[in-house]
């Protein structure tokens, strides 16, 4: 049978595909056949929403053209007949006009590395197609598909904000005199001028958009027939009909009907599955329609989850509450799940059939006793969806040869009652830990049970029903004897065996728990009301808040800096918040990312092979398999390397493993082929067997083996033994710090290019270290570091992860050029980038800490453990910045640090944004916050008590000069009003015994410069051409972080010539040489010196024309001296003064100087659930006098959002092999949206020039980083209340909390009468789901 034409339509040009291949994604067909690469490859799994694009199409249900946002990366372009997609591009451009969404995202800088960013203006444009004047919630609910990793949301927020009919927040705009910010109580603040002018905003304007296709309008009424396409290994089928349906599924029982695809599509990218035949159902009206029935609504198989969503809330808000209660719960379920961009595609029958032991849907249908029809060639039958539905794990009742035809979701009835409850780690769009569905019907007039469900997902390998337990309650009361009954034969029928995967076991048996008594409550609540007499019972005032589900309360924020001052020129752009210089061309998709570059004719594709083994010899390669692939071309590995196959900064790691490998993700070899999805198949081809080794995994595990690299590090000072016998008090512990990865939304990326001359080649490389990426690629290949040339322009984020690890590719993939004379390109995938590169370092404390009855802190030990990995890397410098930060900003008389690097059998971890001084630091609060608690006294005053003054010496013996601290920590106390909060929340927490708060201040100091003196180098070109032009080039990388922005307002301002002349290009090796990796935070200070270097050889040259001719122009004076003829190009160099320190004799000088910072935070929890709501944070943070206030307020509040991650969210799960199980953004959560603080207030020291950088600025990426321990503390501080209700030691009580603070640790320290019914033992022998590395 011969394959049909596919036709759809891409920015209104019509794209008529003869071989659409159904394994083709919409995201590859965009990027790789029709070159639009705006639209990008974040994580392939639909968990990040980078590739956003928005689908349109004529809906014959609802009789009208619908647009919808969908994830390209799970789309099939064989699912896209007949619609039409459009994708950044599309909507507007920097070369016409900008579209007003990409406008105001740029100007109201939502746009930091970019990369995220087209995804979130599809996002946002798609809800304006649909509805141009949405509320804020909306603009949520749009964007909540979509992660950014660096500007911490609020400015995204903000920007889209400008479209929203409720307006919300003003974020502090001077002009409103109605400002939230000043409607606070006592306290006023000087609000600041608006960030960006809404005045000059592009109006929006629906009637310019572009329309549907008349050509697709014109086909809407053609009758459907079936579609075939095949492609070179899968046909897809669409069938038209449902009987044609049936019959195809006749002839082949094993295919796979796929509507939305968000699992087919994840099964086959990641689990190697392949389904030969797809049958594509979307056509058939039965299973599309939508049916109001006398018991229920009937949903066909295939409506989305969109559609039921709008269908239940239309219903809820007609039929009367006792009718909904069921579609409440279902709503309730369908808030927490994946975006828009999922919702929006995938059905309802695809959750059902997936038969996910963690399904949200399937536990509710379950407890509601849905009614599905389930149909076959000639048979057609109608069961109840029971615990008999789901016979074992992802199985259903469903047969090979029948399909789901629909679902009916009954209406509840009077005296019925139903609620739902989801925790995961994350609120939005995660995975739940446990998920459920609980009803009871209540005998007319009583509360006698007439019937009770409880059904519950991920408590087993498949959706299960509580039957023992609630059998026993029938015709039972609904009183405190029934709860305490139900939550004792919970916890005894729902028992995790102690390796269940997905581990935490008590806190899932707790969860179980804790719903059911959430849903007594409830029941009990909502019978009250109906109940004036309290026949039925009363519910406890102080318990009313636990029925309460989470609420999401609109966003106000606010920044404050100052302005520049009053005169200063026009022209003159340092101080100004200009938007990041690329942010428009970020926003319209043509800025371009190193996989955007267009493709060579011969280029290849690279995929590497990794580990499966933490610790093995390899014993045999075999790649006879790959070979079959169509389009391999070779294999590599340390066999293929001319060079040396030593590499890595302290030359312990290897290319590629020889003989041995050290970790999961270990390097073995590289498969080359004609195309990305060949190499992914002939990389699975190569088949390697093992002898295993012992395996080091954990830090305990190391230190018992005594398994470390390098000797220990020590900071000693003052007299320890004489400090601990004064102290009137001691405390000691231990601590534990899990590790982050870096989840820049751009994962590693290298093309490499031969000359085909004397060993020359070209590398554009996503990495923070040009240097590093040329001299290992030289040394690999043997020959002279100058025949490398490595240029970058500009990367989707770093954060660290690109300072070293980016350099595993790039000379894997320099090796494959050079083997096969042809350029190879190699990005990877998000679960290869997370396996293989390493993150920020666990770290585990032994502290013990001497302070008298006042507080006072006389004498303190503290022993860093770090897990460094399989490679020293970067851990040497890791451990020494926790050593340096140890005292945060204490000053402690007597005092030793020690650090030790644990050598493990994990992939090499590495630098990230703190670089160990947020360990260090954090280290520091927990011990202090046990102090107050021991003595009794406010945290906050014991911090004030042994903070630093101007002047001291730290414990490294470094003099603290304009110590601005102090100033910080007093604003931020006024302006958060922290004492009267304090009072509020202890109000708070004696009216609510089921939740909690807490509020905390956390103070932060950080040293600037690298710690080795050579390091602080750099190197600045420039070029001023004839025309006036000037071309800017200086060592460090363009990141996101806004770096080429200042440098350009530096340039500008030296010059004295505006912006507008200035370019930066790129980065690379052949203009400045030896570049030190963009780390560190010092690089605003290093290149804008060595710029202003530069500038000052430059203006010197040109003095002698500017004098003959004072009235003429900067173009007149470089042509004067260009015939004269002088120099126009001009290079510029800056070191530190001054750094060095010794370790041995604990003197010299580690930093150029200091960055403060103060933030104060609010949270709620949830004792009964662990989750946790951030309510208010409040910073201070002095960064000098800003060069850009805009990037300076943009890095604060992203790296406080990146550390809030880091303590409360984020959790790397390994196995006990060494195997990380968290790989990719469905297990692995860092913050979206929903998680930032709701009030969210950003300040800048004002009047606070710092001499020591460039124009009296100071650093900033890292610094704020650590404020987010403010939140983790926060936490604990609400957690206390919680514990003082049920243990003997009240307030007192010191209690372990290690980080992160995940709802998991959260409810597990809020022990109560349910979390003792759920201790569970676990044998000795037993092998954990997950260890604690
Ligand atoms: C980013 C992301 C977030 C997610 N979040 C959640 C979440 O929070 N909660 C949750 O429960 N799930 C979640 N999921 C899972 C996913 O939403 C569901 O599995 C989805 O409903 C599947 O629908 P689909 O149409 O995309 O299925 P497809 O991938 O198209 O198909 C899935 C399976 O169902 C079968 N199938 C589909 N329709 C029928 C039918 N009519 N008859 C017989 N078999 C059929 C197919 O053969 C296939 O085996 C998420 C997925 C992603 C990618
Ligand atoms: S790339 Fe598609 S959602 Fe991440
Ligand atoms: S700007 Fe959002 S990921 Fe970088």
């Given at each position: ?45 639909g968990g990040c929403g980078a590739c956003t694009v928005m689908l ?12 919808f946002s969908v994830n390209a990366c799970l789309a ?43 995804g979130?203006?599809m996002s946002?444009?798609t ?15 749009a964007v909540e598909g979509n ?113 939305g695809?968000t ?43 969109s ?30 799940f994946g975006g828009k961009q999922v919702k929006s595609v995938a ?82 769009d ?904």
């Amino acid at each position: 049978m011969t394959a049909d034409e596919l036709v759809f339509f891409v920015n209104g040009r019509k794209v008529v595909e003869k071989n659409a291949d159904p394994e083709t994604t919409l995201l590859a067909y965009l990027r790789r056949k029709l070159g639009l690469s705006g639209t990008k490859l974040g994580c392939g799994e639909g968990g990040c929403g980078a590739c956003t694009v928005m689908l349109s199409k004529y809906d014959h249900l609802q009789n009208k053209i619908v647009h919808f946002s969908v994830n390209a990366c799970l789309a099939p372009i064989c699912s896209l007949h007949h619609v039409a997609v459009t994708t950044v591009e599309g909507i507007g451009s920097t070369k016409s006009r900008l579209h007003p969404v990409q406008e105001r995202i740029a100007k109201c800088h939502g746009s930091q590395c970019g990369f995220c960013t087209p995804g979130m203006v599809m996002s946002m444009y798609t809800l304006l197609r649909n509805e141009p004047k949405p509320t804020m919630e909306e603009i949520e609910d749009a964007v909540e598909g979509n992660l950014c990793r660096c500007t911490g949301y609020r400015p995204i927020l903000q920007g889209f904000r400008t479209f929203a009919r409720d307006g919300g927040c003003c974020g502090g705009n001077k002009d409103n005199p109605n400002c939230c910010m000043n409607q606070k109580k006592d306290h006023m603040v000087i609000l600041s001028p608006s960030l960006f002018n809404t005045e000059k905003f592009i109006p929006m304007d629906s009637t310019q958009e572009p329309i549907f296709p008349p050509e697709l309008l014109r086909l809407k009424d053609a009758p459907q027939k079936q579609l075939r396409f095949e492609g070179e290994r899968v046909t897809w089928i669409q069938a038209a009909t449902l009987k044609e349906l049936l019959d195809l599924k006749a002839q082949h029982p094993e295919a796979k009907l796929v509507v939305g695809n968000t699992e087919i599509g994840i099964e086959t990218k990641f689990k190697n599955k392949l389904f030969p035949v797809i049958i594509c159902p979307t056509w058939i009206p039965e299973l599309n329609s939508v049916e109001h029935g006398p018991e229920g609504i009937t949903f066909g198989a295939a409506c989305t989850l969109s559609s039921v969503e709008k269908t239940l809330q239309e219903a809820i808000a007609k039929l009367p509450a006792h009718k909904t209660e069921v579609f409440k719960g279902v709503l309730e379920q369908l808030r927490w799940f994946g975006g828009k961009q999922v919702k929006s595609v995938a059905s309802v029958g695809g959750n059902i059939i997936t038969a996910s032991p963690i399904s949200d849907l399937n536990p509710v249908f379950m407890a509601c006793g849905a009614k599905l029809t389930i149909v076959s060639r000639g048979t057609r039958k109608t069961i109840q969806m029971d615990h008999t539905f789901f016979p074992g794990y992802r199985k259903t009742l469903v047969g090979p040869e029948e399909i789901l035809l629909s679902i009916e979701i009954p209406y509840s009835r009077e005296g019925e009652f139903f609620s739902a409850f989801k925790q995961a780690s994350r609120r939005e769009d995660d995975i739940a830990k446990v998920t459920c569905g609980m009803r009871v019907l209540f005998e007319p007039g009583t509360t006698h049970i007439k019937e009770l469900a409880l059904c519950f997902g991920g408590m087993a390998d498949r959706t299960i029903s509580a039957l023992k337990t609630t059998r026993k309650q029938l015709s039972h009361f609904w009183n405190e004897k029934l709860l305490q009954e139900v939550t004792a034969d919970l916890a005894e029928e729902l028992k995790l065996s102690p390796d269940a995967p997905g581990g935490m076991l008590e806190f899932r048996r707790t969860l179980t728990l804790s719903f059911f008594f959430k849903f007594y409550l409830t029941v009990l609540q909502k019978l009250g009301q109906q109940d004036s007499e309290d026949k039925f019972g009363r519910l406890d005032p102080t318990f009313a808040s636990a029925t309460l589900v989470f609420q999401k309360d609109p966003p106000a924020n606010v920044q404050f800096y100052q302005e520049v001052p009053k005169g200063q020129s026009e022209d003159d752009m340092v101080g100004r918040p200009l938007p990041h210089l690329a942010a428009a061309m970020q926003a319209s998709g043509e800025a371009v990312y190193c996989d955007d570059m267009p493709r060579y004719d011969n280029e290849l594709s690279l995929r590497l092979v990794t580990s499966t083994r933490a610790h093995a010899k390899i014993k045999s390669i075999d790649i006879s398999e790959a070979q079959k692939v169509p389009g391999f071309v070779c294999f590599i590995s340390a066999d293929d390397v001319p060079g040396s196959n030593e590499t890595g900064i302290f030359n312990d790691e290897t290319v590629f493993a020889k003989d041995k490998v050290t970790c999961v993700g270990h390097i073995i070899g590289a498969v080359v082929t004609d195309t990305p999805e060949h190499a992914q198949r002939a990389a699975q081809g190569v088949k390697i067997t093992y002898e295993d080794l012992p395996a080091i995994i954990t830090i305990e595990d190391a230190i018992k083996n005594n398994s470390f690299y390098r000797h220990e590090v020590k900071i000693e000072k003052g007299d320890l033994k004489k400090g601990f016998s004064e102290a009137d008090n001691v405390v000691a512990g231990e601590f534990y710090i899990g590790g982050q990865d870096h989840f820049y939304l751009e994962t590693q990326c290298t093309i490499a290019v031969p000359k085909g001359e004397a060993g020359e080649m070209e590398l554009f490389v996503s990495t923070q270290n040009t240097m590093k990426t040329q001299s290992f690629v030289a040394n690999m290949l043997g020959v002279p570091a100058n025949r490398i040339v490595v240029r970058v322009k500009r990367m989707g984020g770093g954060f660290g992860g690109k300072e070293t690890r980016s350099t595993v590719v790039s000379t894997a993939v320099a090796l494959a050029a050079y083997k096969t004379g042809r350029p190879v390109r190699c990005m990877l995938d998000r679960d290869e980038d997370m396996l293989i590169t390493g993150g920020r370092h666990p770290f585990l404390a032994r502290y013990k800490v001497g302070f008298m009855k006042t507080g006072v802190i006389v004498a303190l030990e503290v022993n860093h453990y770090n897990n460094a990995g399989n490679t020293v890397d970067l851990s040497d410098g890791v451990r020494k910045r926790a050593l340096f930060h140890m005292d945060n900003c204490y000053k402690i008389p007597n005092i030793r640090g020690t650090g030790r690097l644990c050598k493990t059998n994990l992939a090499s971890n590495t630098a990230f944004r703190g670089f160990g001084g947020p360990q260090g630091m954090l280290i520091a609060e927990y011990w202090m916050s046990e102090v107050a608690v021991t003595c009794g006294l406010p945290a906050e005053e014991v911090r004030r008590k042994n903070m630093y003054q101007e002047g001291d010496l730290t414990h490294f013996n470094q003099k603290l000069e304009g110590f601005t601290l102090p100033r910080c920590w007093d604003e931020c106390l006024a302006s958060s009003q922290y004492h009267v909060r304090r009072s509020e929340v202890d109000k708070f927490n004696r009216e609510n015994y089921w939740k909690k708060r807490g509020l905390c201040i956390i103070p932060t100091k950080f040293g600037i410069s690298y710690t080795s003196h050579y390091m602080n180098q750099a190197g600045a070109l420039i070029h001023v051409y004839t025309d006036g032009s000037v071309l800017l080039t200086h060592g460090g990388t363009e990141m996101g972080q806004g770096l080429h922005t200042k440098m350009v307002q530096v340039a500008s301002t030296a010059l004295k010539i505006p912006i507008s002349k200035i370019y930066i290009s790129e980065t690379s090796t052949n203009t400045v040489p030896n570049t030190s990796p963009t780390a560190a935070s010092v690089n605003s200070d290093i290149y804008g010196q060595a710029i202003y270097e530069a500038c000052q050889t430059i203006l010197k040259r040109l003095e002698p024309f500017k004098k003959n001719n004072p009235s003429g122009s900067w173009e007149d004076w470089v042509k004067a001296a260009y015939e004269y003829p002088v120099s126009l190009s001009a290079t510029g160099f800056y070191n530190i003064p001054n750094i060095g320190y010794s370790f041995e004799t604990n003197s010299g000088t580690p930093f150029h100087y200091f960055s403060f910072g103060v933030a104060c935070s609010e949270v709620e929890i949830d004792c009964l659930t662990g989750d946790h709501k951030n309510i208010r944070t409040d910073i201070v943070m002095d960064v000098g006098c800003s060069l850009n206030p805009a990037i300076d307020i943009g890095q604060v509040e992203g790296a406080f959002v990146q550390g809030m991650g880091l303590f409360t969210i984020e959790e790397l799960h390994y196995s006990p092999e060494g195997s990380l199980l968290t790989r990719g953004p469905s297990t692995y959560k860092i913050p979206r949206f929903g998680n930032i603080p709701i009030e969210f207030r950003v300040s800048l020291l004002r009047d606070s020039p710092n001499k020591k950088a460039i124009y009296a600025s100071k650093a900033v990426g890292e610094p704020p980083l650590f404020l987010a321990a403010s939140i983790f503390f926060a936490i604990k501080d609400a957690i206390r209340a919680a514990r003082a209700q049920h243990t003997d030691h009240g307030m007192k009580e010191l209690f372990r909390l290690d980080s992160p603070a995940t709802p998991e640790k959260i409810r597990n320290a809020c022990i109560d009468k349910f979390t003792t019914l759920c201790v569970t033992d676990v044998p000795e022998n037993c092998k954990p789901w997950s260890v604690r590395v």
